[in-house]
């Protein structure tokens, strides 16, 4: 027998999680299309009673991210500088409706290598927040999403927030998203950047995210060290150029071929980073 339930508070819900097998559900974007006409055959867990989980608060070490906050919240909510690429990331999540009620831990939770959400979050070294009966831990984000549809949630457990550390609220960032369109379009390759510049105008920190090129969205390491003391223009361009971009492994499907992507790739890379530094124009890239 299938069961519906619409639990008021967490530990409600978390009471229901500890007895039997739910599938949560809340702005329901991605549920329902991938449900196509088969029928319904789990118990579903509607979490849209828990307005706890929505909205933005802090912490002495974190700004923290309900995990029932919308994309359109994300837009409208006044967030550092920093925060610019997920704002940019947030305007891409379909149209305008579904922005309005999809959330950000449904983006991850449904782990899909084109996820828009999840290289924006990752150039902030998110964390993720799953809260169980047996207590609550933090997972890096990139720990949380293991592959194409597939997370670290234990049996029991929700996602119930993103915290953000403090440390990694400075600077600014941008987003970038390669499709076939300008928008409605699941990406063929996206890129998140986030910079911090020193008082004598070269990069103090960088960190840089490839979706859409692997199973897992990227974080780039390598290139990210080697950033660090440039300043704006022809020499990130070639560090870019001369970066190594192996780790990257995309896939030839319907909408791009591997090679592609890879291309496609060191170009909107070059592009977050330009217009992660301050006074430049940041546009989503078509």
């Not at 599938?23 to 991605?30: E, K, N, P, V, W």
């Not at 849209?48 to 989980?53: F, R, V």
């Not at 991210?65 to 305007?91: M, N, Y």
């Not at 971009?245 to 071929?257: C, K």
């Amino acid at each position: 027998m299938i069961r519906y339930a619409k639990p008021r508070t967490l530990d409600e819900a978390l009471a229901l999680l500890g007895e039997a097998r739910w599938r949560i559900l809340a702005g329901c974007t991605d549920f329902y299309p991938a449900l196509g006409n088969r029928p319904l055959t789990e118990n579903v867990l509607d979490i849209n009673g828990l307005d706890a989980l929505r909205g933005f608060s802090e912490t002495q070490s974190h700004l923290v991210i309900g995990a029932r906050t919308t994309w359109s919240a994300i837009v409208a909510e006044p967030l550092p500088a920093a925060f610019d690429a997920l704002k940019q990331a947030a305007r891409e999540v379909g149209s305008v409706q579904i922005q309005n009620v999809a959330t950000i831990a449904g983006n991850l939770c449904n782990a899909s290598p084109a996820a828009d959400g999840v290289p924006a979050l990752m150039a902030l070294d998110a964390e993720v927040e799953l809260a169980s009966l047996a207590g609550r831990r933090l997972l890096p984000l990139g720990d949380f999403i293991l592959g194409n549809r597939r997370t670290a949630l234990a049996p029991g457990e929700m996602l119930t927030a993103i915290h953000v550390p403090r440390a990694s609220t400075g600077g600014a960032s941008c987003f970038h998203k390669l499709g076939a369109r300008r928008y409605l379009v699941i990406s063929i390759a996206m890129a998140a950047a986030r910079v911090v510049v020193a008082a004598d105008g070269t990069i103090a920190k960088a960190a840089v995210a490839v979706g859409a090129c692997s199973a897992v969205a990227q974080r780039l390491p390598a290139l990210e060290a080697a950033l660090v003391g440039l300043p704006a223009g022809p020499e990130v361009e070639r560090t870019v150029e001369a970066a190594d971009l192996s780790d990257l492994s995309p896939i030839d499907d319907v909408r791009a071929s591997a090679d592609y992507r890879r291309a496609a790739a060191r170009e909107i890379v070059q592009r977050a980073l330009a217009g992660a530094f301050p006074g430049s124009a940041t546009q989503v890239a078509a």
